[in-house]
């Protein structure tokens, strides 16, 4: 299932990653703050990282997130929603309103399944914001994450049905 490719929010602008980006997503994700919860992403990450990952940052289904002062981070959902900000803008609430949007996109289709997604234990504002959207915890595993080799960390699995996000009347607080 695939949203459409821009979703503008009251303060957001989520649209197709770009080779633009380069610059500014490479500095956020490098801030081993942000990289060391994200499974996939490597630290330190570079140039080679971005162009290896672009062609697969596909419109519709992963978005770069902007706000009035740029890029803020990265928001996707191919089934799995999962989402990272850059430092500057943590405590803004701009992941609950990206992930709403785009949980939105993907309810609307009306044979559009559950959404799962997960969080490293330890990383509480990542819980709060799939709570706040309606996720419910479905199981946990150990993982090592790609970002810090010879660490095992507790994941989180969430899941978000078609009846939880209506529950939450669709609207995030």
Known sequence: MTGRAVVRTARLSLRPLAAGDEAALVAAINDFEVARWLYFVPHPYGGRDFHEFLPSA?????????DADGFAGMVANDGELGYWLARRVWGRGYATEASGAVLAEHFADPVAGTVASAYFEGNGRSCSVLRKLGFQRAGHVLKTPVSRPGDVVLVYRMSLTRRAWQRIGSQPH
């Open 58 to 66: 596909r419109p519709g289904e992963v978005w770069a997130i902007e």
